[in-house]
């Protein structure tokens, strides 16, 4: 069927606006916290749940998300969304007390936690299958943008006005998108479904269907390596002798590294008609040497040339993990199914960086974290040979 052709990629630019400011939202608490650490005397400990409080709210919502915008439709779901995200980041910007702050994050992340499952919706219907792989490395553009956003306005906010502008900015740019996304966006029609889509109907089809469990699970080892990296890369980095603005530069490289491997990573599939699966597996095999390689050099310039290529290796599986979960999913459910992968991804960012800091404390040695995530990246290669390939539609 020929989709939306006329309007997919204004939609897609949509969800990338949606998805980039969650990100904004989310990290916008890196600038300040020092000086709002200072103001209402903060621990380290508080400062950095403020943080944690973000993800909570976040996890919470995946799941029912997704169920929602299968049934709701993703234009109300996700322009809400959004919009509570915006205003509970404005809402930042006049707290008084450590107990407000946190339960403000918790609902600024409430309303991101919808926000990659109505981007999957909208994917799925307006590409094509062949052209999902393009669409979601669009889309993962985001994480990255929004970061980069978010640390760079929120600085500049910080020094020339206050840390509240840095929070009301940020928020009224967050609001004026869900706005956008409200009156531009068209509802999804409902697809017909076998049964009614409730809270353990994306659950149910996860670890039903064999194709995505196995994609889910190399998914997971997928995370667990990119959270390991961009935990502990930094604080590697400064062990074998660099500064913080000098390892820093040279994750930044990393970054420019994952968003040229972000956006290329669907069209080298489709430009070369490769097999989703087995280009996935030849990916995880560059992953295992590239994290070895780079977790063993110690010349800055050496550095510079094999950490743009760790990033660029890095970020190609992501967008066809996320296209095989919409080719799998069961029809009229695919944000569903993203949410529940969605908290399969966050149980990795959640464990990753301590096992790996684990490893660390335990051998003494920081090079042990590359072998330790290699290993993982090995370990998810044994769950895509059990993908079951289908032909694309």
């Not at 996860?206 to 080892?221: K, Q, S």
């Amino acid at each position: 069927m020929q989709k939306h052709t006329s309007a997919k990629w204004l939609m897609l630019l949509l969800m990338l606006a949606a998805f980039s400011v969650t990100f904004m939202t989310r990290f916008v608490w890196s600038p300040v916290s020092g000086t709002v650490q200072e103001l209402l005397g903060l621990s380290n400990t508080a400062a950095g749940a403020f943080m944690s409080a973000f993800f909570i709210g976040y996890v919470i919502t995946q799941i029912p998300g997704g169920v929602l915008a299968d049934r709701a439709g993703v234009k109300f779901v996700l322009s809400a969304g959004v919009l509570i995200t915006g205003l509970a980041s404005v809402g930042m910007s006049f707290i008084t007390t450590y107990g407000q702050g946190f339960a403000l994050r918790i609902v600024t992340g409430l309303g991101a936690g919808v926000v990659m499952s109505c981007c999957t919706k909208v994917i799925s219907e307006y590409f094509e299958q062949k052209d999902r792989g393009i669409a979601f490395g669009i889309l993962l553009v985001g994480p990255t943008l929004g970061l980069t956003i978010a640390n760079k306005l929120g600085a500049y906010l910080l020094t020339a006005y206050s840390w509240q502008d840095a929070f009301r900015v940020t928020g009224y740019i967050a609001i004026a998108i869900a706005v956008l996304i409200f009156a531009a966006v068209r509802n999804v029609k409902k697809e017909r479904t076998a049964e009614k889509v409730t809270l353990l109907s994306g659950i149910k089809a996860v670890f039903t269907t064999r194709n995505l469990i196995v994609v889910c699970l190399a998914g997971f080892f997928y995370m667990f390596l990119n959270l390991g990296v961009s935990t502990w890369a930094n604080s590697y980095l400064a062990n074998i002798g660099f500064d913080t603005v000098t390892a820093a530069s040279i994750m930044s490289v990393y970054s420019v590294g994952g968003i040229v491997g972000s956006l290329l990573t669907g069209i080298i599939v489709k430009k070369f008609n490769l097999s989703t699966k087995f280009y996935l597996i030849g990916v995880y095999i560059a992953l295992i040497v590239t994290t070895i390689l780079f977790g063993f050099q110690t010349n800055l310039a050496v550095l510079n040339v094999v950490g743009f290529i760790y990033g660029f290796v890095t970020y190609l599986p992501n967008a066809h993990l996320n296209a095989q979960i919409t080719k799998y999913a069961p029809e009229g459910m695919s944000a569903s199914v993203m949410g529940v992968q969605n908290c399969i991804f966050q149980l990795a960012s959640i464990i990753s960086p301590l096992l790996v800091g684990w490893t660390v404390d335990a051998t003494g040695a920081f090079q042990t974290c590359w072998f330790t995530l290699a290993i993982v990246v090995a370990v998810g290669i044994l769950f895509l040979l059990l993908i079951k390939e289908e032909k694309e539609q």
